[in-house]
């Protein structure tokens, strides 16, 4: 056999070929019994290596940091392939289709953001930057957080003295959610404090604290949601918040609210 | 389904396939999953150079191939264990089971040129254009590592059970 009619049987074997095509090598092979012989026991052999492989799966469960890297990279791959659809919109806000599109904007162009002012839209510019805080730090392992485990109350003290305000990483243990790192941000709207926390299945919440504003009115507590996120956030009269996570459940807004009403 | 759900069950089914062709490349349960989370830890850090509409499936295999590559170059060691593949315990035919064990030795003779191809194609789900990119090949070298990888396994096999015949005899 050649090595181009090999080929051939080849493709043939793995329905690479076209009708036309695999009619032709048919007919060879009808009259070729000894080719036909060889195409069979290759065929056999495929059969086997793929029943061997599909096996090796089902001999263990998947490791947990498997999949929790897979959720994560569902996630990115997600927010790339979606950044301009229609938003859910949730029934609280108004016009929050626009506002959600404008923030998400903002969020994927968060390394920018020093260079490139945003248009004014109903989300306040430090959701904004908690929104693309969450996106490029919380969801991602690969940059560690500054502060972690029992470095994040002595970092609380320093963003404290950073921003003028008292804060500190609230105790979310009440919900199966444990704080797992912090992180002060640098923006044009002042520092802002990143505490990350995770829940018993690896998802990821951001809480950003922002020193309020004097200019600005305190608001209650308004939640926006996204294809795979949502945000929570209210203004009080020194710290002005924003919870970021995972959206679908209704998580961000009962913790959100819970957290609204405590602090 | 909604477009999250469906890509997160194709991710699924995708890592799956990772899993099984580490497992072939590295021979070693321990370093193909560490090889598996590495490829996913380059995959979130390079998720922007992903094209949505593009192959996520060959995108994830060509960083796992060439993070296996650049691995083993930096280890500068082959790791000669065994081809980690389960004892086809459940074939209850003896026959068939014999021939099994003849097939996955062959596969483990087999220099990796020639045995990727075979294990890309037996995973069922990639066309040869796919499983040459996957490999950085031309589709040509890779039709023709196939053909000579399959060729060799056939005439492996086929001598063994020569052998044995002949034992018999």
């Known amino acids: 056999m050649t090595s181009a009619e090999q080929i051939d049987f080849n493709a043939y074997l793995d329905g690479e070929l076209g009708p036309e095509e695999a009619a032709e090598i048919e007919a060879r092979l009808a009259e070729d019994p000894e080719a036909q012989a060889r195409l069979e026991a290759c065929g056999r052999h495929k059969d086997m290596i793929a029943d061997a492989l599909t096996a090796i799966a089902l001999t263990g469960p998947v490791p947990l940091k498997t999949a929790r890297l897979e959720k994560r990279l569902a996630a990115k791959l997600h927010m790339r392939a979606a950044p301009t659809r229609t938003f859910a919109a949730g029934p609280w806000l108004q016009g929050v289709t626009q506002i959600a599109a404008a923030a998400a904007l903002v969020a994927f162009g968060w390394w920018g953001h020093a260079s490139w002012t945003p248009t004014p839209s109903g989300v306040p510019e430090y959701v904004s930057e908690a929104l693309g805080a969450h996106t490029v730090f919380a969801n991602d392992i690969v940059r560690p957080a500054e502060f972690t485990g029992g470095d994040v109350d002595s970092a609380a003290e320093w963003f404290s003295a950073k921003m003028g305000v008292p804060v500190l990483a609230p105790d979310l243990s009440d919900y199966g959610i444990s704080v797992v790192g912090a992180r002060l941000l640098g923006t044009k709207e002042g520092p802002l404090a990143q505490f990350i926390y995770e829940d018993g299945d690896g998802a990821r919440y951001s809480l950003t604290l922002a020193k309020h504003p004097d200019n600005q009115p305190i608001a209650p507590l308004q939640v926006v949601d996204y294809p795979n996120r949502a945000v929570g956030y209210w203004r009080t009269q020194d710290i002005d918040f924003a919870l970021v996570g995972k959206s679908n459940d209704g998580s961000i807004q009962s913790l959100a609210a819970n957290l609204a009403k405590d602090i | ?169």
């Open chain 2, 1 to 169: 389904m909604d477009a999250r759900a469906e890509l997160e069950q194709r991710l699924t089914d995708y890592v799956t396939s990772l899993r099984r062709y580490a497992l072939v490349l590295t021979r070693n349960r321990d370093q193909a999953e560490d090889l598996v989370q590495d490829t996913l830890v380059k995959a979130i850090a390079a998720s922007d150079s992903w094209q949505p509409g593009s192959d996520l499936r060959v995108w994830l295999f060509r960083i796992l191939h060439n993070t296996h590559i650049s691995e083993r170059r930096r280890a500068k060691v082959r790791n000669d264990a065994r081809l980690m593949l389960p004892e086809p315990l459940e074939e209850t035919d003896p026959t068939k089971r014999i021939e099994l064990q003849q097939v996955l030795d062959a596969l483990e003779e087999l220099p990796e040129a020639q045995r990727l191809p075979i294990v890309l194609v037996a995973l069922k789900e990639m066309s040869y254009a796919e499983a040459a990119r996957t490999l950085d090949l031309p589709l040509g070298t890779f039709y023709s590592r196939l053909g000579r990888g399959r060729e060799a396994l056939r005439q492996i096999v086929g001598k063994v059970k020569a052998t044995k015949l002949k034992l018999v005899v």
